[in-house]
């Protein structure tokens, strides 16, 4: 038997995102030694008492909204879980990571990927956008940063 190939997918839910997954049904879902990990770190919605005055009912609301698109976001995950499954992937072999993020995303990615011994990172890219050049993005980053773990890029 051979050793269990683990695969990391981050998912941010771009058209791009979408692209990936499929490269991942079409490269590894035949494959019975891979487990697959999708990954998606949220921006925590922060905790605030309010009282009321009506800017902070309108605070309140706001994260109220901010709240719902978070659980929103997990359900949207779960069905990405669904379609790899539907795929070819086995239950068992798909799992999602959705967590408050505490760092960059490409940062979170980076940890993750160390520290639960991943192999494989499929991970999207679009080229362009000159503010990129300037404030850097999440492939650069996670290519730049990982040791000892391939890179599929899916553009």
Excluded at 13 to 22: G, I, L, M, R, S
Excluded at 31 to 44: M, Q, R
Excluded at 97 to 119: C, G, P, S, T, Y
Aim: charged share 25%.
């Amino acid at each position: 038997m051979m050793d269990i190939q683990k695969i990391l997918l981050p998912f941010n839910f771009t058209p791009n995102d979408h692209k990936a997954v499929e490269f991942a049904i079409q490269a590894f879902a035949h494959l019975e030694e891979v487990e697959l990990t999708v990954f998606f770190a949220y921006t925590p919605v922060p905790e605030i008492e309010t009282q009321d005055a009506s800017v902070m009912g309108k605070l309140k609301a706001n994260l109220s909204y901010l709240g719902q698109k978070v659980m929103q976001q997990e359900a949207e995950l779960n069905k990405v879980r669904e379609k790899l499954v539907q795929g070819g992937f086995g239950e068992g072999r798909v799992k999602t990571v959705f967590k408050a993020r505490k760092k960059d995303i490409a940062a979170e990615i980076v940890e993750l990927a160390a520290r639960d011994h991943f192999n494989v990172i499929v991970i999207n890219h679009k080229p362009g956008k000159a503010t990129r050049f300037f404030t850097g993005n999440v492939f650069s980053k996670v290519v730049n940063a990982v040791k000892d773990i391939t890179v599929c890029i899916v553009s």
